[in-house]
């Protein structure tokens, strides 16, 4: 096919794919603004141990990321996946993502029992070999340009405790798995 040039519409039809030599169109000349793009990633993978002990929401060490948004107008998709287990029996794990001391992503709580949760694990016997794994994701509008910090919290509710990227048993035979946790963060330009 040829290459036509409509003056009147200011278009040009017939050219193939690659016909432009090197350096003709660069950044500045795509579309403008930075909507819907990616503009960086950032994340951490959690390999060792972490047991959940209290009834408060507790920092998951080493599921911690800082980012500083580019523009107060971009969102941050942050996502989590969490490997757990119960250690021991009526165990409950709750996980929560928080921006700072924010608590993001969660439902909303309903009377003085319930409270705001983005995963949960439960146990009512025990499961010595046993382990699940959490995922989440959440698009915040955090609405600055200042450097915050994401976390992936967890808190034990019932009784007992739980563990984090291991079984209960931990010992070392063929039924005794390790896993691994991640938390990843998506700035997103608006």
Do not use: W
């Not at 119960?86 to 909303?108: E, I, K, N, Q, Y």
């Not at 995922?135 to 739980?162: E, H, Q």
């Amino acid at each position: 096919m040829a290459i036509t040039i409509d003056g009147g519409t200011n278009t040009i039809s017939g050219l193939a794919v690659g016909g432009l030599p090197d350096g003709v169109v660069d950044g500045d000349m795509l579309a403008s603004g930075t909507g819907g793009k990616i503009l960086q990633v950032l994340g951490v993978v959690k390999q060792d141990t972490f047991t959940a002990t209290t009834a408060t929401y507790t920092t998951i060490t080493g599921l911690t990321q800082a980012i500083t948004p580019s523009a107060t107008t971009s969102k941050i998709l942050a996502t989590y996946c969490v490997f757990g287990s119960p250690a021991g029996t009526m165990t409950t794990m709750t996980l929560g993502l928080f921006r700072d001391s924010t608590h993001v992503g969660g439902g909303t709580p309903v009377g003085s029992n319930r409270y705001a949760t983005s995963g949960n694990i439960s146990s009512y016997s025990a499961h010595t070999y046993a382990a699940e794994t959490v995922s989440f994701s959440f698009l915040d509008s955090p609405s600055t340009t200042s450097a915050i910090t994401y976390s992936v919290k967890a808190r034990r509710d019932v009784s007992g405790a739980f563990n984090i990227n291991m079984v209960h048993a931990d010992d070392d035979t063929v039924y005794s798995a390790r896993g691994s946790s991640t938390l990843i963060l998506y700035e997103i330009g608006a």
